[in-house]
């Protein structure tokens, strides 16, 4: 076999030129989201009210595999695309494995993270509609940072609510956000009905993505002009992120590399349907025998402890409901480090999958995943966002399990975004004052007896 190099890149001219609709493969339709108000399924014309019109046809596209990247897209996601396949040969010394790890890195833009491949065409979208303005939130910093910059790139207005604990962990988010335009508001706030309503219910609370994307949603409900943007958990997010899968795919298959395992991290699952997809699809179609493995904290386990229901996308049931895996949109999981990490549902497609068996789930202590990141960091000199440690740590065991059986797996898996602007959590764990916090099941119950009614 070939020489493999450190760093597989792919030519400008070898980008995907189309997304990837998992949804389209499914064997099965997923049942459809449903209206909050009437509880019958939701219309494209009800969910034009929140989100862009081609959000929206994107969303219910169950037909088309293959959707064209319009070209100004592909111009922009040429600044900063391909992201690279990165052979970790250093970590597999450190190791002393004989497993195969690559990940597919993508910190390389300034938002620092996979969440770009999708503001990009989302905002696009906005200003062909001939939309003013967005609102969105974002919890860790990412989204907001991503949508900022594309905001700020095509000329539109931006409204960012920003979970409060993660505002103040995180002041330059903030700034970097303003630089690019946008405007930003810890959430909850008393700008909004129903930031007002959860801070005087939970009076002090560092608030959540559930809370935040209350806020977001009614701002755009009730100001001309302006939608809504969601950053992850919707089919079209993971339909852009998909360039993830289909660039390492065409990477790897320049060497005739196939994963036998493929691992990402998963807060809403858009970094993890993407990677997987152009895999998954060929493994619905029975072409491989991969494994996927979704990663999550242990401090908010919707896939590993989750029910499978229909349940609302925010804290005040303002979304329409889902069939996914949850822990209830009441469940607020206690502030820990893995920011972007931290909801109580998951996207659609990659709950189907689960339920059906195609996809693992294991959850991490945070303690445990930044242990894995400082040898990371240590050996492949690279330094990730909390959220990517999830992945890289069950790469991580998945490649010293290898050890012990001598087989020589392929490991892939996503290394979402650089840790730069984390160092307070890696400054926490470092100290040695980072703890886990696990929550017991009466208080998983607590968030499950927040499903909505329907599921009786
Ligand atoms: C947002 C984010 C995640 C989690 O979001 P998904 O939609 O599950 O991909 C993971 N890593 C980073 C760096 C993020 O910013």
Same mark, same amino acid.
């Given at each position: 076999?070939a020489n493999?190099?450190?760093?597989?890149y792919?030519?400008?001219n070898?980008?995907?030129?189309?997304?990837?609709?998992?949804?389209?493969?499914?064997?099965? &339709?997923?049942?459809p989201?449903?209206?909050?108000?009437?509880?019958?399924?939701? =219309?494209?014309?009800?969910l034009?009210?929140?989100?862009?019109?081609?959000?929206?046809?994107?969303?219910?596209?169950?037909?088309? *595999?293959?959707i064209?990247?319009?070209?100004?897209?592909?111009?922009?996601y040429?600044?900063?695309?391909?992201?690279?396949?990165?052979?970790?040969?250093?970590?597999?010394?450190?190791?002393?494995?004989?497993?195969?790890?690559?990940?597919?890195?993508?910190?390389?833009?300034?938002? +620092?993270?996979?969440?770009?491949?999708?503001?990009?065409?989302?905002?696009?979208?906005?200003?062909?509609?001939?939309?003013?303005?967005?609102?969105t939130?974002? +919890?860790?910093?990412?989204?907001g940072t991503?949508?900022?910059?594309?905001?700020?790139?095509? $000329?539109? +207005?931006?409204?960012v609510?920003m979970?409060?604990?993660?505002?103040?962990?995180?002041?330059?988010?903030?700034?970097?956000?303003?630089?690019?335009?946008?405007t930003?508001?810890p959430?909850?706030?008393?700008?909004t009905?129903?930031g007002r309503?959860?801070?005087?219910?939970?009076? $002090?609370t560092?608030g959540?993505?559930?809370?935040?994307?209350?806020?977001?949603?009614?701002?755009?409900?009730?100001?001309?002009?302006?939608?809504?943007?969601? @950053?992850?958990?919707?089919?079209?997010?993971?339909?852009?992120q998909?360039?993830?899968?289909?660039?390492?795919?065409?990477?790897l298959?320049?060497?005739?590399?196939?994963?036998d395992?493929v691992?990402?991290?998963?807060?809403?699952?858009?970094?993890?349907?993407?990677l997987?997809?152009?895999y998954?699809?060929?493994?619905?179609?029975?072409?491989?025998?991969?494994?996927?493995?979704?990663?999550?904290?242990?401090?908010?386990?919707?896939?590993?402890r989750?029910r499978?229901?229909?349940?609302? @996308?925010?804290?005040g049931?303002m =979304?329409?409901?889902?069939?996914?895996?949850?822990?209830?949109?009441?469940?607020?999981?206690?502030?820990?480090?893995?920011?972007?990490?931290?909801?109580h549902?998951?996207?659609?497609?990659?709950?189907?999958?689960?339920h059906?068996?195609?996809v693992?789930a294991?959850?991490?202590?945070?303690?445990?995943?930044?242990?894995?990141? &400082?040898?990371?960091?240590?050996?492949?000199?690279?330094l990730?966002?909390?959220?990517?440690?999830h992945?890289?740590?069950?790469?991580?065991?998945?490649?010293?399990?290898?050890k012990?059986? $001598?087989? &020589? *797996?392929?490991?892939?898996?996503?290394?979402?975004?650089?840790?730069?602007?984390d160092?307070?959590a890696?400054?926490?764990?470092?100290? +040695?004052?980072?703890?886990?916090?696990i929550?017991?099941?009466?208080?998983?119950?607590?968030?499950?007896?927040?499903?909505?009614?329907?599921?009786?």
């Amino acid at each position: 076999m070939a020489n493999i190099p450190y760093k597989i890149y792919l030519s400008e001219n070898e980008m995907p030129q189309f997304w990837m609709n998992l949804q389209a493969y499914l064997p099965k &339709k997923l049942d459809p989201m449903l209206d909050p108000k009437t509880g019958r399924p939701v =219309t494209e014309e009800g969910l034009r009210a929140v989100f862009t019109d081609e959000a929206v046809r994107q969303e219910l596209n169950t037909t088309d *595999k293959l959707i064209e990247i319009p070209q100004p897209i592909l111009d922009f996601y040429r600044m900063y695309r391909p992201s690279p396949v990165v052979r970790a040969y250093n970590l597999e010394k450190m190791l002393d494995t004989p497993a195969e790890l690559y990940y597919k890195f993508e910190g390389t833009n300034t938002s +620092g993270s996979h969440k770009l491949n999708s503001a990009v065409p989302q905002v696009y979208y906005a200003r062909e509609q001939g939309l003013t303005n967005v609102t969105t939130e974002t +919890g860790a910093g990412q989204w907001g940072t991503a949508l900022a910059m594309a905001t700020g790139y095509y $000329g539109l +207005g931006l409204k960012v609510f920003m979970v409060k604990s993660s505002a103040e962990q995180k002041p330059h988010r903030k700034a970097v956000m303003e630089t690019y335009g946008g405007t930003v508001i810890p959430s909850p706030s008393d700008t909004t009905a129903v930031g007002r309503k959860i801070l005087q219910e939970h009076p $002090g609370t560092g608030g959540s993505l559930g809370c935040a994307i209350s806020e977001a949603v009614e701002v755009a409900l009730n100001q001309e002009g302006t939608r809504y943007l969601l @950053g992850s958990v919707l089919n079209h997010v993971l339909l852009h992120q998909s360039v993830i899968g289909l660039e390492a795919k065409a990477a790897l298959d320049k060497y005739n590399i196939t994963p036998d395992v493929v691992i990402g991290c998963t807060g809403g699952g858009s970094n993890f349907g993407g990677l997987i997809a152009p895999y998954m699809a060929d493994r619905l179609e029975g072409k491989n025998n991969i494994r996927f493995v979704a990663v999550e904290p242990a401090s908010c386990p919707t896939l590993t402890r989750g029910r499978f229901a229909y349940d609302y @996308g925010d804290t005040g049931r303002m =979304t329409p409901l889902m069939k996914m895996y949850t822990l209830g949109s009441g469940f607020i999981p206690s502030s820990n480090h893995a920011g972007g990490l931290r909801y109580h549902g998951m996207n659609p497609i990659i709950s189907q999958l689960r339920h059906d068996g195609l996809v693992d789930a294991v959850a991490y202590e945070q303690t445990r995943v930044f242990r894995a990141a &400082k040898i990371f960091c240590k050996s492949e000199g690279n330094l990730p966002a909390p959220e990517s440690n999830h992945a890289l740590c069950a790469a991580m065991d998945e490649a010293i399990r290898c050890k012990e059986t $001598g087989e &020589k *797996k392929k490991i892939l898996f996503c290394l979402t975004g650089t840790g730069f602007f984390d160092m307070p959590a890696y400054m926490l764990y470092n100290s +040695g004052k980072m703890t886990d916090s696990i929550p017991t099941d009466e208080e998983l119950e607590q968030g499950f007896a927040t499903l909505p009614e329907i599921n009786l």
